[in-house]
């Protein structure tokens, strides 16, 4: 009930609510933007946006998510207008040659034992935009492909696609990584 009643008087433009607010959901919408942006002044700077566009759309939100759920959103949809601008346009598929490619074997994300985390975050980084956002967005992030669509405004199949692709380039590099023939 206490977050009913908070945003109810931050849709008020309760400055003291919406401080309240913020400093409850600022930290984890930062370690969202910084998976994002790797920049702690561009995190940061997206989490203030992000803040600024939750607080001005604030009667939009329904409670059909949960806040949090709901503000996540704007920090991810934020931090990637940041980097489309940064970069300005990322390269499009071509949506007429992708092809579902969702198996069984293709669910599993299996590495070696002796590849850490920050292994997988390093190869992550290293894979091509269009299949990084993907993977972050699904296997970091926790999004499903219909939300992964709605987020990168591409189609289902082009998510299932650029992810099963990013599955592999990204296992390609730590078999790499794990044989030492790459870092």
């Avoid at 939009?60 to 489309?84: C, H, M, P």
């Avoid at 990322?90 to 985390?117: C, F, N, R, S």
């Avoid at 292994?119 to 699904?138: F, G, N, R, S, T």
Wanted: proline share 1%.
């Amino acid at each position: 009930m206490f977050q009913v009643d908070i945003i109810e008087q931050c849709k008020q433009n309760n400055r003291k609510a919406q401080l309240q607010l913020y400093n409850q959901y600022c930290d984890g919408m930062y370690i969202v933007a910084k998976r994002f942006l790797r920049d702690a002044n561009d995190a940061e700077d997206v989490v203030q946006e992000s803040f600024i566009k939750a607080f001005s759309k604030l009667h939009q939100y329904k409670a059909e998510v949960t806040f949090g759920a709901w503000l996540k959103r704007i920090v991810v949809n934020k931090s990637i207008d940041f980097l489309k601008s940064k970069k300005q346009q990322l390269v499009e598929l071509d949506e007429v040659h992708l092809k579902v490619v969702d198996t069984p074997k293709d669910d599993k994300w299996l590495v070696d034992d002796a590849i850490t985390l920050n292994d997988v975050k390093i190869a992550i980084e290293k894979l091509p935009d269009k299949y990084q956002y993907v993977v972050m967005l699904y296997l970091i992030e926790g999004y499903d492909h219909q939300e992964i669509s709605e987020i990168l405004n591409i189609s289902e199949v082009a998510s299932r696609t650029q992810l099963s692709r990013g599955k592999v380039k990204l296992q390609e590099l730590l078999t790499l990584k794990s044989h030492g023939t790459r870092y």
